[in-house]
């Protein structure tokens, strides 16, 4: 199972080893690690609850792999996207993506994260000192994504 | 019937999760299935000023011409914000 939608927490180690158990092709592995931060938009941020679309998610996020797959020789991939209850610090969202050399490895990492953050039915509702808001969407994350599409 | 599924700030703005529908006569795109919702008044007519509204049909991303029909699972829903 390349991609998961959980309320468990992860072990980064554990998920990287098992990327690449047993595949002598694999000479490079590229991760990222996202985390609740303690402030956004100006102001504290004491909780997180992650809401997601059952089935499509999981879909979407499928669907950004097998994208990520068709444009760069890569060989393993592991998404996994938490939800529910979030405090700072908790991990949020892991991708990691093997290959034989690192360049594909960075760029697919990046281009998944990309379309991940565009493109799979994820949202956040933050608790602040002000009450509970759901988070806007960034246009930057829409520019972040567009320039796959160049 | 269409299932018509409403996520995050629009769940909470509109108080449900979601409904069963007879599709209105005339109704064959998510813009359509958008204005008929829209014409029920109060809330629901907010519903089509969400800036940046988003559609899926049947769990694939959709847009205002998208087609619909009997059967098919329509989801709105505000810009995704995860990651």
Known sequence: ?150 | MVKILYFASLREKLGTSGESLELPAGVADVGGLLAALAARGGEWESLAAVRNLKSAVNQEMARSHTPVKDGDEVAFFPPVTGG
């Open chain 1, 1 to 150: 199972m390349s991609v998961s939608v959980q309320e468990a927490d992860f072990d980064v180690g554990a998920e990287i080893a098992a990327l690449t158990a047993g595949d002598p092709r694999a000479g490079a592995v590229a991760s990222f690690v996202g985390l609740v931060r303690d402030v956004n938009d100006g102001a504290g941020v004491s909780e997180m609850a992650l809401e997601h679309y059952p089935g499509m998610t999981e879909k979407a996020l499928e669907a950004i792999v097998a994208e990520a797959k068709a444009r760069w020789d890569i060989y393993a991939v592991r998404v996994i996207h938490r939800v529910g209850r979030l405090l700072p610090c908790d991990r949020i969202v892991f991708v990691a993506v093997s290959s034989a050399h690192r360049g594909e490895a960075f760029a697919a990492c990046e281009f998944i994260m990309d379309y991940l953050k565009t493109r799979a039915p994820f949202w956040k509702r933050e608790v602040t000192p002000a009450g509970a808001r759901w988070v806007d969407a960034r246009e930057t994350d829409d520019d972040a994504a567009a320039r796959w599409e160049k």
